[in-house]
C-alpha cells in the first residue's frame, strides 16, 4: 500500500477516534489517565474522554514503542553502536562547524508546522545532552551542594534506580554561581531554592535541556495531543491504525516521506530572582522552544539553532553498547545558547502539563537522565537553520 493511502486510513481511524466511534475493550490498562484514583472518577473520565488511543490496552503502552526488532528499518529496539543497522544518533555536538561523519538517507525537516507536526510531549533531562561550545559543554563544571545527592560519580545523581546520567552545565549557570549571584544563591553561600509546588526534583542553578518532540503521527488537536510516554504521542496514529514498525518507518524514510518526526530543543539555567528576561512572559510553554530568546540571542558568535538527522535519546543510550533504534528518524532543532528560567515560570510549566491533557503528565514534571554527548562518528553533520541564521553585519 502507498504511504499517502495508507496514512489516509490511519488519519480516518483518528478521526472516528475524536468522534467517540472507535468500540473500546474492557481490558485492564497499564497506563494510567489523567484522572484521581476513584472509581467514580475513573467512570467519569472514561464517559468525557474514552480509552486513550495512543496505547494498545494489551500492554499499556503504543504498539510500536513495545517492538523490540533491532536496527534502522526494523524496529526500536536498542542495539550495539557498531551494529550496521544504527542510524545517526543525538544529541551531537551542535556547536557551529562541528561536522558528523554519518549520512542519513533523509533530510531534516525545515518546518515542523508545514509538515503537519505537532507537539505531543514535553521533559527535560538533567544536564545538557548536546554540547555547544562555550554555552553548555565539558568544561562548565561547578560545585553546587545538591551534587551531596550524587552517588558513584559526580555526574550521577541520586535516584530509586541507582542513578541518572547528568549531562553538560552552562556557562551562564557556572558564572551565577562562582559570582554568588544572589538569583541562584544567598549571602550564606547555600542555594536560593524555590519553593516547587508542582515540578519534581529540580534545582535552582543548574542546568535542564527541554525536549519538546513533535509528530506528524500525534492526536493532533485532541485531547490527547500530550502523552506520557513521549513516544505514544509520537506513533500515536500508528498504534491507531495498526501500523508495524516496517510500515511507520517506510513512512518516514519514503521520497518524499509521507510521516515526520522532530523535537525542538532547548538549554534552560533555572533562577530565582533573576533578571526580568528569565520569567519568559510571552512563552507558550508547551507549544515548543522559546523562539524570543532564540531570536534575541542568534545574532551571537555561540547562537542561532543547528538542526540535523538523528534519534531519540535518554541515559540508558551510549557511544559504545547501546545505541536508539530510531536513529535516521528524528529531525532535531537544536538552541545552541543556554537562558536563563525563572523558577517560578518552570513550575507553571509543570503545573500545566497536569491539567492540559486526557493523559497522565505526571511521570515527566521531574527530570530524566541525560545521554552522553554523541561522538561524531554516530551523527549527522548538524547545519545552521535557516529561519534562525546568524546576520552579518552588512547583510540585507
Known amino acids: 500500500m502507498a504511504g499517502a493511502n495508507l496514512f489516509g486510513l490511519v488519519n ?4 472516528a477516534a475524536v468522534l467517540g466511534l472507535v468500540v473500546h475493550n474492557n481490558r485492564a490498562t497499564r497506563k494510567t489517565t489523567n484522572i484521581a484514583a476513584t472509581s467514580e472518577d475513573a467512570y467519569l473520565h472514561l464517559l468525557a474522554f474514552g480509552e486513550n488511543p495512543c496505547i494498545d490496552p494489551a500492554t499499556g503502552e503504543g ?47 525545515q518546518d515542523y508546522n508545514a ?38 560519580s559526580h555526574r ?26 544572589a538569583s541562584v544563591r544567598k549571602s550564606d553561600g547555600t542555594v536560593n531554592e524555590y519553593a516547587w509546588q508542582y515540578c519534581k526534583d529540580m534545582h535552582v542553578g543548574l542546568t535542564y535541556e527541554f525536549h519538546w518532540p513533535h509528530s506528524s503521527l500525534g492526536a493532533c ?25 516496517g510500515e511507520a518507518a517506510a513512512a518516514l524514510t519514503s521520497d518524499p516521506p509521507t510521516a515526520f518526526i522532530g523535537v525542538e ?36 558568535a555561540t547562537g ?22 530510531t536513529g535516521n528518524l528524528v529531525t532535531w532543532h537544536q538552541d545552541r545558547k543556554c537562558h536563563t528560567l525563572e523558577a517560578s515560570t518552570m513550575d507553571e510549566m509543570c503545573r500545566r502539563m497536569m491539567v492540559i491533557s486526557a493523559d497522565d ?5 521531574a527530570p530524566h537522565g541525560a545521554r552522553e554527548t554523541v561522538t561524531a562518528a554516530l551523527s549527522d553533520t548538524p547545519e545552521d537553520h535557516p529561519d534562525y541564521a546568524r546576520k552579518l553585519r552588512g547583510a540585507n
Not at 552545565?169 to 551565577?176: F, I, P, Q, V
Not at 538523528?310 to 533504534?325: F, L, Q, Y
Request: proline letters at 3%.
Open 115 to 152: 509538515a503537519g507536526m505537532c507537539t505531543v510531549n514535553v521533559h527535560w533531562h538533567i544536564g545538557a545532552e548536546h554540547k555547544s561550545t562555550g554555552e553548555y559543554d565539558e568544561d562548565q563544571e561547578f560545585d553546587h551542594p545538591d551534587k551531596d545527592t550524587y552517588t558513584g
Open 63 to 109: 504498539t510500536l514503542r513495545a517492538d523490540t526488532g533491532e536496527g534502522f528499518g526494523v524496529g526500536l529496539g536498542d542495539l550495539d553502536c557498531e551494529h550496521s543497522q544504527v542510524g545517526a544518533q543525538a544529541g551531537t555536538d551542535v556547536t557551529r562547524g562541528a561536522v558528523g561523519m554519518m549520512d542519513p538517507s533523509v533530510g531534516p525537516v
Open 304 to 325: 542561532g539553532v543547528a538542526y540535523y538527522q538523528g534519534s531519540t535519546t535518554g541515559d540508558a543510550a551510549n557511544n559504545d553498547d547501546v545505541c536508539r533504534g
Open 221 to 245: 488537536q485532541t485531547p490527547w495531543q500530550y502523552q506520557y510516554h513521549f513516544l505514544d504521542g509520537v506513533y500515536c496514529k500508528a498504534t491507531m491504525g495498526g501500523l508495524t514498525y
Open 361 to 365: 503528565m505526571e511521570p515527566d514534571v
Open 265 to 300: 530543543g532547548q538549554v534552560f539555567t533555572i533562577v530565582n530572582g533573576g533578571e526580568a528576561e528569565a520569567l519568559r512572559p510571552t512563552w507558550d510553554v508547551l507549544s515548543g522552544w522559546d523562539r524570543q530568546a532564540i531570536a534575541d540571542t542568534k545574532d551571537d
Open 12 to 15: 480516518l481511524a483518528l478521526t
Open 156 to 181: 550521577r545523581l541520586a535516584s530509586d534506580d541507582g542513578g541518572m546520567r547528568i549531562g553538560h552545565m552552562c556557562k551562564a549557570g557556572k558564572d551565577l554561581w562562582e559570582a554568588s549571584d
